[in-house]
């Protein structure tokens, strides 16, 4: 079982719904990042968190250290939110992140 | 200010033969790390550079895997003998201090393909 589980695995949603990505962890940890990557792309950091909520434009990250869950959430979603969203923890222990497998998520217009 | 930089952007290469990925990091950037992701698996840790000391390999899969980072800038993944189960992104990622408080910050990978 990985220390990072992310669902759903994969999301189709059509333009402007309302979508949330669940992020849940086994292990202690000092920070929470949500990445993006688009197809063929690198890795975009959206957001680096350590407790409670953080807004970036359409999206929203939320983290509940006692339950060791997270969600990522787009507001009016667009096909170009189209991509694949990742989890990752740094453990407490150390510096180097484990990742969740990803939501590909895509958005029809 | 110049994002982490890896080449080649892709890498095909056949059974057997060596492959040798880089990783520019940011300018000023002691820490730095190797990451992949093999094809429907989440992405792996490989190592953790501090200048160009090892601090952390333990993600490094076997012997056939050689990092470097002589003088503690760029560093180099070399692959020699490749096989099969290489393919994948290699990803680099560099911060200024361990970790994220110093801010993690990604390259665009490198595509590897071994046939």
């Known amino acids: 079982k990985n220390e990072v589980e992310q669902s759903p695995q994969n999301l189709t949603a059509q333009e402007g719904e309302f979508i949330t990505i669940n992020c849940s962890y086994s292990?202690?940890?000092?920070?929470l990042h949500w990445l993006q990557q688009h197809p063929g792309g690198g890795i975009v950091s959206l957001f680096m968190?350590?407790?409670g909520k953080k807004k970036h434009g359409r999206l929203i990250a939320t983290i509940n250290i006692q339950e060791k869950h997270s969600s990522l959430h787009i507001t009016a979603s667009h096909p170009r939110d189209s991509a694949v969203y990742i989890c990752?923890?740094?453990?407490?222990?150390?510096?180097?992140?484990?990742f969740g497998e990803g939501t590909q998520l895509t958005v029809n217009p | 200010e110049a994002g982490v930089t890896q080449f080649p952007s892709h890498s095909v290469i056949e059974k057997g033969q060596t492959v040798t990925l880089r990783c520019d990091p940011i300018?000023?950037?002691?820490?730095l790390y190797w990451y992949r992701r093999v094809m429907g698996k989440e992405i792996k840790f490989l190592l953790h550079?501090?200048?160009?000391?090892?601090?952390?390999e333990s993600g490094m899969p076997n012997n056939r895997f050689l990092a470097e980072r002589t003088g503690g800038t760029y560093s180099t993944l070399k692959v020699q003998p490749a096989e099969l189960e290489d393919s994948g992104v290699y990803f680099c990622?560099?911060?200024?201090?361990?970790?994220?408080?110093?801010?993690?910050?990604f390259g665009s990978g490198t595509r590897l393909t071994v046939v």
């Open positions: 292990v202690g940890i000092s920070a």
């Open positions: 990622a560099s911060s200024q201090i361990p970790g994220s408080a110093g801010g993690y910050t």
């Open positions: 300018s000023g950037h002691d820490n």
């Open positions: 968190l350590s407790s």
């Open positions: 990752a923890v740094e453990e407490t222990s150390g510096s180097r992140l484990t």
């Open positions: 550079f501090v200048k160009e000391s090892k601090q952390d």
